[in-house]
């Protein structure tokens, strides 16, 4: 449990530490469970700039985080 935690916890730091246009579609898809065409409304962009952004943010955050994890 406590591995878990501390998992989680370096996971959010490292959202948190993402440029602001990755770090809010990583927010809201991931914590909030919304769509794309939900983020896409919300925050008044086209469905495939979330998209976009949202498969960079992914790529900023394994780049980040590799040390950490074992990703494959």
């Known amino acids: 449990a406590v591995l878990r935690r501390e998992s989680g916890e370096q996971v959010l730091s490292a ?15 991931y914590y ?4 794309v065409r939900e ?3 919300l925050l008044g962009r086209k469905e495939s700039t979330v998209t976009s952004q ?6 900023l955050l394994r780049e980040s985080l590799k040390e950490e994890f074992d990703f494959a």
Do not use: C, N, Q, W
């Open 39 to 41: 983020m896409g409304r």
């Open 15 to 29: 959202v948190m530490a993402l440029p602001v246009k990755y770090r809010d579609v990583i927010h809201l898809f």
């Open 32 to 35: 909030e469970g919304m769509s």
């Open 54 to 59: 949202l498969t960079r943010g992914r790529e």
